[in-house]
Structure formats: C-alpha cells, structure tokens
C-alpha cells in the first residue's frame, strides 16, 4: 500500500486488507493537520494513537471522571500508558481496571473516527510497532469495521441518492441553512476545533507569550462570543457556538497559566513525538519483534509472511546470525528461493561458526542439488560441533561413502 488520498471508507476499506492479509504495520491516516495512527499485529488491531485534543489521554480520563488534574499532575509526565496507569494507582489509588478500560475504549474511538473520515491520506508502513510500554487492545478488525459501516450508513451525507423521481427530500433533512456561506464557514470552523490543538486553534505560534494569547483569543470572543454573533449566526448557531467558544476558553485559561501550560506542552509533545519514537526505535528490538512474528507465521504454514517477517529481522539487524539462519530455512522450503537460502546460512555460518543448525541446513540443500563433496564436508562440519546432530548423521547416511563435486558454491558450478 503506498500513500493515497480516499474518500470517506479508505481507511475502512485498506483496513479490511490489511486484516484478510494478516498484516503487521501501523495504517496512518491523516486529514488536513489531523491524524491517527492505527496499529496492527498479525492483521488484529493493538493499539491507535492521534494528535486530536479530544483523544489524548489525560483529556479522556478527566472527561470520564476517573482522573481529576490534581491526579494527573501527580502522575508526572510518562513514556506511555502503562506507567501512566502505575502511576495514577500508585499516587492517587484509582482503579486500575477502571482505568485500563477507559483507556482501551478511547483506542477503539480513535480506530472507529479514523475508519469514518470522509477524506484522508492513507499510508501503511509494514512492520512491527514497539508497543511494550502502551496499554493495548487485541481486536479482531472484523467488528471494528462493521461498526464503522453502521455508522456510515446512518449518517445522512453517506446515504445513497434519492431518485429522481423522488427530488423533494424529507422534512428531517432539510437544513434551510446549510447553503449559507456564513453559516457553511462557521460550521466548518467549529467542526475544525476537534482536530486543532489549543496553539491552532488560538492561531498561536508554541513561542507566543501571554499577552499574545490574550490578544488573540479576545479577537476571536468579538467575532464568535455567543452574545456577540449577529444575523442569521445569532439565528441558528448559538448553541454551536456556545460549545466552539467553551473550547476556545478552555485553550486560553490553559495557555495564560504557566503551570498548566508547561503540562498541556508536555503532553502534546508526547503525542506528537509518538511518529518519531516509531521511526526512532532500537532497530534491535523491532528485529526481535519480526522475528517473533515470522516465527508464528511459520508455525501457522504461512510461509510467504514468515520469509518476509525474517527478512524484515535480518535487514534491521544483519549481524544477528539467528536471524539469517532462520530465513534460509524458510527459504529452503520454495524451489525458487534455493539461492537466496544458500546465501542465508552461509552467512548464518560466517556470523557464528558454532551453528550447527544452520551448517546441516546448509549441507541439505548441497545434497539435494548433487554437490555431494561439498554436502559431505558440511555435514561433518555440523558434527564437528555436534556430534548429535541427527540431521547431519541421517544426511552422510544417505551420502554413503561416495564423493561428488569438488568444494564449491552451489550456484558457482563450472
């Protein structure tokens, strides 16, 4: 999957890939200066994550009424939400399942608002995320996505088209004023605020002082203030209003405050890092992370997946021998693959001398394509180290006491 752009239902649809897929990978979907991030292990949802005001956590958890700011304060600034979770436990005695539930419920409002867009960009990066210090959720995507559907299909802009017959729409859909230009401009404005941080929605640089806060939300209060609209705003869009300027307020009593301001920063520095952090991990672990999923993927016979999951370990961390060894094996098992799999326990073998494992691998493919010297001595090779390998023995069994080509490269005869 390469980047995008889709009408609403792309990410519901790249989604419903990714899973009959058995994907791994993190599905970013943005629009405009929003985004979220969906996580996927083995084609199930794990975690989400976004810069949307409303969906970072400490937001989520005082809307809910199960952490309160003093709570939050206490627990201090944290690398993800498992410790944020230890924290509020261990400061503030809240309930730790209550907590882990919240939590896991905003990371399937993200999926679901991500999956309901009606515009985004769309990128699918394959891999596996490093989530160990994030509280997850381990959903099928099948639910996410019929959920998704419903909602698209009761929401009257995803409605199909009347016939033409039919060009008087219901009472219940009119909206007398939704072709307004000021009206329109407004509304979208309002809709805007969601996916805004408070700097965006003040129109503020992250540098501005407090009087320059100060300036700026008053210029908004004079045009939006719900007693200060007029016309046919004043008509229709004050309860809208009311809730656009209730945010506008909250962002300006958060940005005059030193206090408050210093952990608004920190927290939406944490959500915005969290793409960095991904692109920034110890290539080490993301290579142990594939490899344990290429080692699922082939217990499960999925031998496609588990190459490609090998191959992922090996090329973020190509000095682990392991990690070659395991591919070649894999590699083994496709006729196509024979040379690619030499070319992985041989390097296997480079990498760690000792491994016996790989050297009677190495020695079956010499065997199976005729190089019977060169699979002889590799066979004695892995004997040298082990002199148990069953593999090693039942192959010079079957060899005998003959000898074949002279000690090369299986694809360098000549």
Known sequence: MTDSTLTAGGALNALRELAEERRSGVLASRRGSAGIHICLQDGRVVFATSNLLRFQHNRWLTAAGLAHHDALKMAGPTRGTKELVD????????????????????????????????????????????????ILIDDAADGLIQAAEEHLENTPARKAPREVAD????PAEQDPHGHN??????????????????????????KADSETVRKHYYHLARAYHPDALKGILAEVCRAEAEEYFATVTDAY??????????????QLGSQASWDREQRQQQPTELAKLNFISGTRALAAGELHDAA????????????????????????????????????????AIELEQTDTRALAHLGQ???????????TETYQKALDWDPENEMAHAGLAALGASSGSAGKSLFSRG
């Open 87 to 134: 924290n509020l436990v261990k400061h503030s005695g809240l309930d730790r399942m209550d907590l882990v539930s919240s939590l896991r419920a905003l990371l399937k409002e993200m999926v679901l608002e991500a999956l309901t867009w009606h515009a985004t960009e769309l990128h699918f990066s394959p891999g596996v995320p490093v989530l160990h210090e994030h």
């Open 181 to 206: 230009p000021e009206v329109a401009a407004f509304r979208e404005k309002v809709q805007l605020t969601g996916e805004q941080n408070y700097y965006e929605l003040l129109d503020l640089d992250s």
């Open 167 to 170: 060009p008087v729409p219901a």
């Open 365 to 375: 493919i010499y065997q199976e394509n005729g190089l019977k010297r060169r699979a």
């Open 308 to 347: 490609q999951f090998f191959r992922n370990a090996v090329q973020l961390h190509p000095d682990h021998g392991e990690y070659h060894r395991e591919l070649g094996i894999v590699e083994m098992r496709n006729p196509r693959w024979q040379k690619s799999a030499e070319f992985s326990l041989r390097r």
């Open 253 to 266: 009593n958060t940005l005059t405050r030193p206090e408050q301001r210093k952990e608004y920063d920190q």
